[in-house]
Structures are given as structure tokens and as C-alpha cells.
T-cell receptor, first 116, second 117 residues
Framework: GAGVSQSPSNKVTEKGKDVELRCDPISGHTALYWYRQSLGQGLEFLIYFQGNSAPDKSGLPSDRFSAERTGGSVSTLTIQRTQQEDSAVYLC??????????????FGPGTRLTVL | GENVEQHPSTLSVQEGDSAVIKCTYSDSASNYFPWYKQELGKGPQLIIDIRSNVGEKKDQRIAVTLNKTAKHFSLHITETQPEDSAVYFCAAGRDGTVWREGGKLIFGQGTELSVKP
């Protein structure tokens, strides 16, 4: 079956512009996660969705970052007024069984964001 | 806050040798420990995971060991092959008590493994 897909694969933008990153989870997966991976670094948790609700937004670095999920499926991560420090690979993951039990997370290929 | 330390950051071995990567975690409530392999330009792929009710798990050439008392876990790759070359990440997570908790993984910084033919 299809895995997690993300679009675009690459995004180059100018400082101050808004960007939207999209994630299509594996069909039937109820939980969806966004992580950020800066160059040469590990993955940093951003936000988690259960259905369309986001019970854990603790990792969002500032109020310029927001995310939504519609229909219990597709999710969009929006970064407003982008800054150079936002440059990173943004990874989406989904899992079949929702929390509270921690389940296997399957990752997409990521969106590489470059802010000039 | 929650933290996972991973060592070494780079590891170079000869084909056929074994490779060991070690991680320590800070949250004593962590009970789920996955390992991911990330190849260049791709997303992380789960290679093995372990829960805290077992001390060791094996899958062919890959094994993971867990020491809950010391709060550390390790990945062992035997008979390494050039295709094992990649960045490996450890992570730690814990179950929540209600649906709005749990699920989040805390990742180590990664180990770049190079297997020389």
C-alpha cells in the first residue's frame, strides 16, 4: 500500500513569505505527527494530531507555526513570515493505533524548506 | 526536559565487522524504543523497536538491548554490509494515560555509519 506522502519535496522561499507543507498519511492511520530535522541534527517533535484534534502542540517553536488536519486525513503545516532559521527538512509520520499507547510511526520523505 | 543522547556521531567499520550504537534517555517513564535508518534524501525507516518489558530483541543481523536501570539501549548490527551505510537514529517514547497523551518520540542526534568494502 501507499506510504506517507509529502508535498512539495523541496520548497525555496524568501524571508518573510508564508509557506504551506502538506502531508498525506497512510490510509486508516488515526495519529499524525510533524517533526523538524535541521541539518545534521536529530528529529524535533512539533505537533501531534489524533483525528482532527491536536492535543499536543508543545513542539511548535513560535506562533508563526500552525497546523491543521481535515477529515482525519490530510494535514497542512503553515509557517508564516518565514525566517532563515526555519530552513530544515519537515517530516510527517503517521501511526495506526492512536495514543495513549505509543505505536510504530511511519515517516514520509520530508519537505526540504530553504528560506533565503 | 526529556532528552536522548546518542553515541558515536560517526562510525566507520569494515564490511563483515559489527557495529554498535548506544543511546541513553532521561525520562524514566519511557517504555518504547525504536531505531530508524535514514538514507540520503529519504525519510527515516523503522528497522527495529523494543518495549520495556523485554531486555533484548533480534531480527536477523540486527539486535537491540535495553537496560532500564541504567536508562540506556543499544543497536547491534552484525556482519555489516555496504548497504547498511546510512544515518541511524534512536528514539524514546512513553505511553500516556489518556488519548491526548503519549505518542511523541524524542530522538537522538543520529549516527552516521559507513561500511567500507
Amino acid at each position: 500500500g501507499a506510504g506517507v506522502s509529502q508535498s512539495p519535496s523541496n520548497k525555496v522561499t524568501e524571508k518573510g513569505k508564508d509557506v504551506e507543507l502538506r502531508c498525506d498519511p497512510i490510509s486508516g492511520h488515526t495519529a499524525l505527527y510533524w517533526y523538524r530535522q535541521s541539518l545534521g541534527q536529530g528529529l524535533e517533535f512539533l505537533i501531534y494530531f489524533q483525528g482532527n484534534s491536536a492535543p499536543d502542540k508543545s513542539g511548535l517553536p513560535s506562533d508563526r507555526f500552525s497546523a491543521e488536519r481535515t477529515g482525519g486525513s490530510v494535514s497542512t503545516l503553515t509557517i508564516q513570515r518565514t525566517q532563515q532559521e526555519d530552513s530544515a527538512v519537515y517530516l510527517c509520520a503517521s501511526s495506526l493505533r492512536p495514543p495513549p499507547r505509543t505505536d510504530t510511526q511511519y515517516f514520509g520523505p520530508g519537505t526540504r524548506l530553504t528560506v533565503l | 526536559g526529556e532528552n536522548v543522547e546518542q553515541h558515536p556521531s560517526t562510525l566507520s567499520v569494515q564490511e563483515g565487522d559489527s557495529a554498535v550504537i548506544k543511546c541513553t534517555y532521561s525520562d524514566s517513564a519511557s517504555n518504547y524504543f525504536p531505531w530508524y535508518k535514514q538514507e540520503l534524501g529519504k525519510g527515516p525507516q523503522l528497522i527495529i523497536d523494543i518495549r520495556s518489558n523485554v531486555g533484548e530483541k533480534k531480527d536477523q543481523r540486527i539486535a537491540v538491548t535495553l537496560n532500564k536501570t541504567a536508562k540506556h539501549f543499544s543497536l547491534h548490527i552484525t556482519e555489516t554490509q555496504p548497504e547498511d551505510s546510512a544515518v541511524y537514529f534512536c528514539a524514546a517514547g512513553r505511553d500516556g494515560t489518556v488519548w491526548r497523551e503519549g505518542g511523541k518520540l524524542i530522538f537522538g542526534q543520529g549516527t552516521e555509519l559507513s561500511v567500507k568494502p
